[in-house]
């Protein structure tokens, strides 16, 4: 491993501490359901993703967190106005 990967590895590494990490064949996705709006808590990161076809996957995977992340934050407001 060179310098340059073993830096990218340990920022990726970093950035996913303390929120919840899913590795997929194409990429590291990362998210916090408490924390939507913040970038560090909700991104991809780690993406091998070669054709156009595993590129279209990992995105499609991001917007699915993304949609449960907001799905989630709706039921934790309803919960605090009941």
Request: with cysteine; net charge neutral.
């Amino acid at each position: 491993m060179d310098i340059v990967e073993r830096v990218c590895t340990a920022y990726a590494w970093q950035r996913a501490l303390g929120h919840n990490t899913m590795r997929d064949p194409f990429c590291c996705l990362v998210w916090d359901r408490a924390h939507p709006d913040v970038w560090d808590a909700n991104h991809v990161s780690e993406v091998r993703a070669r054709t156009a076809a595993d590129i279209a996957r990992v995105l499609q995977r991001r917007h699915e967190l993304q949609r449960m992340a907001l799905l989630s934050v709706m039921l934790s407001q309803q919960e605090t106005a009941a």
